[in-house]
């Protein structure tokens, strides 16, 4: 299992959180999705999975949920 955390600007709410981790989960091999908000600053969503998803997927889930990647850790 790999662990990536991206940050993430622009969410404010409990639904900001839902549509991001819905986003997120549909991924392959995607098997969970913490958000950490921080409602108006950069939020933290740490996604847990088989393979290290490409930057770029994580980059179009995101834009699909409405907001914008700040920063991407890969670990």
Known sequence: MTTTQIQIDGMTCG?????V?????????VSDVQ??????GTSTATIT???QP???DLEAA??????????LTLA
């Open 15 to 19: 639904h900001c959180v839902a549509s």
């Open 21 to 29: 981790t819905e986003e997120l989960s549909e991924l392959p091999g």
């Open 35 to 40: 958000v950490d908000l921080v409602a108006g």
């Open 49 to 51: 999975s088989e393979g």
């Open 54 to 56: 490409a930057p770029e």
């Open 62 to 71: 995101v834009k699909e949920a409405g907001y914008s990647i700040a920063g």
